[in-house]
């Protein structure tokens, strides 16, 4: 990729500086990056004082056997100790810990003392099944509090976590299950989407079938459906939790002991187990989301509206939030049940200050239309995040007016399942924000954009993103796969992460994220990021959502095919084709004009609604479509195939 061929093609020129009452009391200042600049260790050890340890650490970074890291390497401490014993005993046990709303309308208020209670009573139960220190547990659940208690449980007594997605496939369960060498899988009878209950265990049981080393199922009971028991095997949560002490000591875990796996897809190849430890983890988890979020836990109430099956659920609603003695919402179902204003009116029932979600659900609020939002009452709203794509400046500035009253800061947040936690993004009493923008590395985190030739790009010019120093929450290996590790991540650049995603700094030294490497488009010896067409399209009023592929062309190398999605008040013609691709040039340039532009009715999504283009470049290049077990819904594929006139 040359400099030139990520070139600036999009131009913002929007800022808005950040509140003066929100800056004024804010968590942190620009003075944090002065301090971390100044000694990036001496900020991280003082970071880590956030957390209660049972150990002190002495050590910061151990950085002898890179990429291996070891962070407060000889610290202990216990994680579950941290998210909610300690606030308990500092006389916050009556604080709400969760909100939950059900999807059905059911709701539970969980405080700090509920939960520690919980907590310790599922970590006995874990002991009684013969779960222990070191082991692998697979947790397969729906939204519901047990998924929050059981990885905590499992922190709790150093058994090693893996979350898989509630809506995955029962084949890549068991491949998830295997790879792992999970000892014991926790799941539930079902849990309740889009109006219906829907049964989990079924997967489980088909998964067990290739996963012998599986002694033990927990099962919650959430929807009351009908479920097969397997006799010696499956147990359901109620007879053996609820019948366990609520006491149960927190041992003290080192600091690099082995808190969770999980599976990223990546487009090709076996899935990756990433592999997060405890101190360093914790750490940037809490501190990001305390600085980040602005959180003040005595009054904000705060939602991040992620899967559990996710990072952004790991480190945003489980370890972040309570560490910082979080009162939070968690939500089961999805935003259109029963109504288009769910999400506001959940927002407006707890009064949410900070929420926390992904551009794909905004550009999906959008389409639904702005009156929906309007009809609720979102003032308590001070902060807005975004996470898990590039956001468009449309939907940013859509959801900073219609979400946040034109003044909430929008904190735009790139990170990675490898990353743990946050690493580029504004902070809401610091920065003035740019849409479209994630702008800076926080303080702690060194983040530049390189050349093909690992060259440091100047201001204005495009190429790879890369982090340049070791950080707290990184990913310790590829479980199972240190060669893997090595080569996936510290290769391409020699001592460099490579983050895997395009991006451009413009004249300020600001990042802007342009998409995965694999996604960027070659037409006719010009490199041309997808993210750039797709937010050209989405600039259209036409259209609510698009995603763009590079398709082998016989003259141009690659060809741009952009698959649509319209806003209800827009009907396909072959005029609004033309029309839109007339935009593209416009907006972009003549060589960013798609050849073709398809209108279908969905888009192929991952469970944290990144899109899948892969899938999209196999329809447009005609071939069968590829594998499709991390999609969030399995029959998209088959909906927009059916959509689009057979390929000519
Ligand atoms: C947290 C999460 C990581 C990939 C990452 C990038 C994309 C995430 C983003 C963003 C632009 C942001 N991504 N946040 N791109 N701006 N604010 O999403 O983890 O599921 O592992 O995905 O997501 O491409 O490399 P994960």
């Given at each position: 990729m040359s400099n030139e061929s990520l070139a600036n093609l999009l131009k913002e020129e929007r800022r808005f500086a950040p509140p003066a009452e929100l800056?004024?009391?804010a968590n942190v200042t620009a003075a944090a990056y002065a301090q971390a600049s100044e000694d990036r260790l001496a900020f991280w050890a003082e970071q880590a004082r956030r957390l209660d340890w049972a150990t002190e650490p002495t050590e910061t970074l151990d950085w002898s056997n890179p990429p291996f890291a070891k962070w407060f390497a000889d610290g202990t401490l216990n994680v579950a100790h941290n998210c909610v014993d300690r606030h308990v005993e500092a006389g916050n046990g009556d604080r709400v810990a969760i909100h939950f709303e059900g999807e059905p309308g059911d709701s539970r208020a969980i405080t700090y003392a509920q939960l520690k209670d919980e907590v310790s009573r599922a970590a006995n139960a874990l002991l009684e099944l013969g779960v222990t220190k070191g082991d692998r547990v697979a947790v397969y659940l729906p939204m519901i509090p047990e998924a929050v208690v059981a990885m905590l449980a499992c922190a709790r007594i150093g058994a090693t976590h893996s979350v898989v997605f509630g809506g995955f496939s029962a084949d890549a369960v068991a491949s998830r299950i295997q790879d792992a060498d999970a000892k014991l899988v926790i799941?539930?009878?079902?849990?309740?989407?889009?109006?219906?209950?829907?049964?989990?265990k079924p997967a489980i049981d088909e998964a067990l079938t290739k996963c012998p080393q599986v002694e033990h199922v927990l099962v919650v009971r959430?929807?009351?459906?009908?479920?097969?028991f397997t006799e010696g095997r499956d147990v359901w949560w109620h007879d053996i939790v609820e019948?366990?002490?609520?006491?149960?000591?927190?041992?003290?875990?080192?600091?690099?002991?082995?808190?969770?796996?999980?599976?990223?897809?990546?487009?090709t190849g076996k899935p990756?187990?990433?592999?997060?430890?405890?101190?360093?983890y914790l750490t940037q988890a809490a501190w990001t989301h305390h600085a980040v979020f602005d959180l003040k836990p005595e009054t904000d109430v705060y939602w991040c509206t992620a899967d559990i099956g996710w990072v952004t659920g790991h480190s945003y609603i489980v370890y972040g939030p309570l560490a910082n003695g979080a009162t939070q919402v968690i939500y089961e179902g999805t935003p259109d049940t029963p109504h288009q204003g769910r999400f506001w009116e959940i927002v407006q029932k707890y009064g949410v200050t900070i929420l926390y979600t992904a551009p794909t659900a905004i550009r999906t609020f959008m389409k639904w239309g702005d009156d929906i939002p309007a009809k609720f009452d979102l003032s308590s709203l001070r902060v807005l995040g975004s996470v898990g794509e590039p956001i468009n400046p449309e939907a940013w500035v859509w959801y900073r007016e219609h979400i946040g009253a034109g003044k909430a800061p929008i904190v735009d947040t790139w990170w990675q399942t490898e990353t743990g936690a946050m690493m580029i993004s504004p902070l809401p009493g610091v920065t003035t924000t740019k849409p479209g923008s994630a702008q800076r590395a926080l303080p702690g985190i060194a983040a530049t954009v390189v050349d093909d030739e690992a060259r440091e790009v100047p201001d204005g010019a495009g190429?790879?993103?890369?982090?340049?120093?070791?950080?707290?929450?990184m990913l310790r290996t590829i479980w199972g796969d240190d060669q893997r590790y090595i080569d996936t991540y510290w290769s391409r650049f020699e001592g460099r992460y490579f983050a895997g995603d395009g991006a451009k700094k413009d004249e300020d030294g600001d990042i802007w994220l342009l998409g995965r490497v694999d996604d960027v488009m070659l037409v006719s010896g010009h490199n041309i990021s997808t993210t750039e067409v797709e937010s050209a399209l989405v600039g259209h009023p036409a259209v609510a959502e698009s995603a763009v592929v590079g398709a082998t062309d016989a003259t141009t190398g690659q060809a741009i095919v952009a698959f649509v999605i319209l806003r209800g008040t827009a009907t396909d013609s072959p005029e609004l084709v033309e029309e839109l691709r007339a935009h593209v040039g416009r907006t972009l340039g003549p060589i960013a004009k798609p050849k073709q532009v398809k209108v279908v009715?969905?888009?192929?999504?991952?469970?944290?609604?990144?899109?899948?283009?892969?899938?999209?470049r196999d329809i447009a290049e005609g071939r069968e479509v590829g594998d499709t077990t991390t999609l969030a819904d399995s029959n998209v594929m088959n909906l927009i195939q059916s959509q689009l006139p057979a390929q000519g």
């Amino acid at each position: 990729m040359s400099n030139e061929s990520l070139a600036n093609l999009l131009k913002e020129e929007r800022r808005f500086a950040p509140p003066a009452e929100l800056a004024a009391a804010a968590n942190v200042t620009a003075a944090a990056y002065a301090q971390a600049s100044e000694d990036r260790l001496a900020f991280w050890a003082e970071q880590a004082r956030r957390l209660d340890w049972a150990t002190e650490p002495t050590e910061t970074l151990d950085w002898s056997n890179p990429p291996f890291a070891k962070w407060f390497a000889d610290g202990t401490l216990n994680v579950a100790h941290n998210c909610v014993d300690r606030h308990v005993e500092a006389g916050n046990g009556d604080r709400v810990a969760i909100h939950f709303e059900g999807e059905p309308g059911d709701s539970r208020a969980i405080t700090y003392a509920q939960l520690k209670d919980e907590v310790s009573r599922a970590a006995n139960a874990l002991l009684e099944l013969g779960v222990t220190k070191g082991d692998r547990v697979a947790v397969y659940l729906p939204m519901i509090p047990e998924a929050v208690v059981a990885m905590l449980a499992c922190a709790r007594i150093g058994a090693t976590h893996s979350v898989v997605f509630g809506g995955f496939s029962a084949d890549a369960v068991a491949s998830r299950i295997q790879d792992a060498d999970a000892k014991l899988v926790i799941t539930a009878d079902g849990g309740y989407r889009r109006g219906k209950a829907t049964a989990l265990k079924p997967a489980i049981d088909e998964a067990l079938t290739k996963c012998p080393q599986v002694e033990h199922v927990l099962v919650v009971r959430r929807t009351g459906q009908d479920t097969a028991f397997t006799e010696g095997r499956d147990v359901w949560w109620h007879d053996i939790v609820e019948r366990q002490s609520a006491e149960h000591t927190a041992e003290a875990h080192d600091a690099e002991h082995p808190l969770f796996i999980l599976y990223t897809s990546g487009t090709t190849g076996k899935p990756k187990g990433i592999l997060h430890t405890t101190g360093g983890y914790l750490t940037q988890a809490a501190w990001t989301h305390h600085a980040v979020f602005d959180l003040k836990p005595e009054t904000d109430v705060y939602w991040c509206t992620a899967d559990i099956g996710w990072v952004t659920g790991h480190s945003y609603i489980v370890y972040g939030p309570l560490a910082n003695g979080a009162t939070q919402v968690i939500y089961e179902g999805t935003p259109d049940t029963p109504h288009q204003g769910r999400f506001w009116e959940i927002v407006q029932k707890y009064g949410v200050t900070i929420l926390y979600t992904a551009p794909t659900a905004i550009r999906t609020f959008m389409k639904w239309g702005d009156d929906i939002p309007a009809k609720f009452d979102l003032s308590s709203l001070r902060v807005l995040g975004s996470v898990g794509e590039p956001i468009n400046p449309e939907a940013w500035v859509w959801y900073r007016e219609h979400i946040g009253a034109g003044k909430a800061p929008i904190v735009d947040t790139w990170w990675q399942t490898e990353t743990g936690a946050m690493m580029i993004s504004p902070l809401p009493g610091v920065t003035t924000t740019k849409p479209g923008s994630a702008q800076r590395a926080l303080p702690g985190i060194a983040a530049t954009v390189v050349d093909d030739e690992a060259r440091e790009v100047p201001d204005g010019a495009g190429g790879y993103l890369v982090l340049t120093e070791p950080w707290p929450s990184m990913l310790r290996t590829i479980w199972g796969d240190d060669q893997r590790y090595i080569d996936t991540y510290w290769s391409r650049f020699e001592g460099r992460y490579f983050a895997g995603d395009g991006a451009k700094k413009d004249e300020d030294g600001d990042i802007w994220l342009l998409g995965r490497v694999d996604d960027v488009m070659l037409v006719s010896g010009h490199n041309i990021s997808t993210t750039e067409v797709e937010s050209a399209l989405v600039g259209h009023p036409a259209v609510a959502e698009s995603a763009v592929v590079g398709a082998t062309d016989a003259t141009t190398g690659q060809a741009i095919v952009a698959f649509v999605i319209l806003r209800g008040t827009a009907t396909d013609s072959p005029e609004l084709v033309e029309e839109l691709r007339a935009h593209v040039g416009r907006t972009l340039g003549p060589i960013a004009k798609p050849k073709q532009v398809k209108v279908v009715g969905e888009l192929p999504k991952t469970r944290s609604g990144k899109i899948m283009r892969r899938l999209l470049r196999d329809i447009a290049e005609g071939r069968e479509v590829g594998d499709t077990t991390t999609l969030a819904d399995s029959n998209v594929m088959n909906l927009i195939q059916s959509q689009l006139p057979a390929q000519g």
